[in-house]
């Protein structure tokens, strides 16, 4: 399956009324009751909301907080794509239960959406078979499917006659022919999301038996017909949603809606997109300079670079470009040589400290040799060590920069957990599209500042330098 003009494959997708499936999503929200509990497996989850709270942990306290709350929705960082599998395993079953244990002491409703990468990585079936059977065992009703929806239109990817699509410029690409799809842990081979979950369930799951919700039901608002499929799933079959546009989701979950209301109950797979129309969240303007740097703090500010993909390698060489920055290169290959690691970190702490307190924006970055460390859960063992290694370098700072971005999904995990030690924040919303910024909490290290979550397969090549550069520019 080759690449294909984006413009070609649109062109043939129907219009719809926008304004009267808006007015019907409302309708539909008003009185759905359920708390939504949105466990993000990286922190770039939260790409399209904003005054949603994230909670760092699964604490017990943790998940009564996000119920207390007002707001429908919370999220949980899970940071699972960080995890082993029998790490994934264990937790994930820890959540189920306190979650139903909670919902159960307030009589609350609730749905518990497993928010992953929209270029389909990550523990996958293993996370959300594992929710649904802790639910069930703690006495929860039966969950009877499971929706996949990976469409997220900030980054790009789109699912189209159930294939996924990966945007680069005007071109897609089927998603098992990306970079992603080679991931040394998470690695797949179908683009057809049908044949995906086949292959990810080794057949348990085969591609006949998923229900599929086409582009054609959604934009002539076929409502009863999608409600109708939704009906008929059981034993916890999967529903792959095709969606190229809000719109798309706006339509399925009116359909989810009017099934749920009729007793039916689902597990849900999916990207950004989803949370934020079930969760009922208005647009938000991107944010500005002045929403994001402190007023009088005339240090520089502070971007940390871990991920490999090679969109991320293509925005750090334009990034090198900005008058604004200073490049500091640490070597990840120390980090199986405890001595000359922590001389490494040594010296570019103290060089990040001098330079930022003259007003210097610093960018330390992991140089760009791919570790190769053999079997899968020794790579992802690496990559995190390598991760620990650099965000120790911001739990060292005794000043804080004006600003502060870390890219890759792991990397702002750790730099905003272990590096700042958060343990609740608030989602301002977003610096540009698909690119959410964390309001730290009163307990982390630098209190109320704007922390820029960068995905490290978002944006164009461009992206980043300008982020960096309008942070800059006062």
């Not at 395993?89 to 609350?108: D, G, V, Y």
């Not at 990976?150 to 089927?174: A, C, M, S, W």
């Not at 989803?274 to 938000?284: E, L, P, Y």
């Not at 502060?404 to 730099?415: E, M, N, Q, Y």
Request: hydrophobic letters at 40%; glycine letters at 6%; aromatic letters at 8%.
């Amino acid at each position: 399956m080759a690449k294909v003009l984006k413009s070609e494959l649109f062109a043939n997708i129907k219009a719809i009324d926008e304004a009267k499936v808006e007015t019907a999503l409302q309708e539909a929200l008003k009185d759905f009751n359920k708390k939504i509990v949105v466990l993000d497996d990286d922190p770039t989850g939260v790409q399209t909301v904003h005054d949603i709270s994230v909670y760092t942990d699964w604490s017990e306290a943790s998940i009564a907080s996000g119920f207390e709350e007002k707001n429908s929705m919370f999220f949980i960082l899970t940071n699972s794509r960080a995890f082993s599998a029998d790490y994934t395993k264990e937790q994930h079953t820890l959540m189920a239960q306190r979650i139903a244990a909670e919902a159960k002491k307030r009589n609350q409703g609730f749905m518990i959406i497993s928010r992953s990468d929209s270029t389909l990585r990550g523990h996958y079936p293993l996370e959300t078979e594992t929710l649904r059977s802790t639910v069930e065992a703690a006495g929860c009703p039966a969950i009877d499917g499971e929706v996949m929806m990976p469409f997220f239109k900030e980054g790009g990817r789109f699912t189209i006659g159930n294939v996924h699509y990966v945007q680069e410029e005007d071109y897609l690409t089927p998603a098992g022919e990306t970079e992603f799809a080679k991931d040394k842990t998470f690695s797949y081979t179908k683009s057809n999301i049908a044949e995906y979950i086949e292959e990810k369930t080794k057949g348990r799951f085969t591609k006949e038996s998923v229900t599929c919700i086409s582009l054609e039901d959604i934009r002539a608002f076929n409502v009863d017909k999608i409600t109708e499929q939704l009906m008929a799933v059981k034993d916890f079959n999967k529903v792959i949603v095709n969606a190229v546009d809000y719109v798309d989701v706006k339509v399925f979950a009116i359909a989810l809606i009017k099934a749920m209301k009729q007793g039916k109950n689902f597990m849900f797979r999916t990207a950004a997109a989803f949370t934020k129309v079930i969760g009922g969240v208005s647009d938000k303007p991107l944010l500005t300079r002045d929403e994001l740097v402190a007023k009088g703090n005339d240090n520089g500010g502070l971007i940390i670079i871990g991920s490999h993909v090679q969109k991320t390698t293509k925005q750090f060489e334009e990034l090198k470009k900005s008058p604004y920055v200073k490049c500091i290169e640490f070597n990840h290959m120390l980090v199986l040589e405890p001595d000359k690691l922590e001389e490494e970190l040594k010296k570019i702490v103290a060089e990040v400290e001098a330079d930022i307190k003259q007003g210097q924006t610093v960018v330390v970055y992991t140089g760009r040799k791919r570790f190769d460390a053999g079997s899968e859960e020794e790579s992802l063992r690496v990559s995190v060590k390598i991760s620990e290694a650099i965000t120790s370098i911001v739990s060292r700072l005794s000043i804080q920069p004006s600003f502060l971005i870390a890219k890759g999904g792991i990397t702002s995990s750790d730099v905003g957990t272990k590096g700042l030690s958060v343990k609740h924040a608030l989602v301002m919303g977003q610096v540009a599209p698909g690119i959410p910024v964390w309001k730290t909490g009163s307990e982390s290290k630098f209190p109320d500042m704007a922390y820029v979550i960068f995905p490290g397969n978002v944006g164009a090549v461009d992206t980043l330098r300008k982020v960096v550069d309008m942070l800059c520019t006062k």
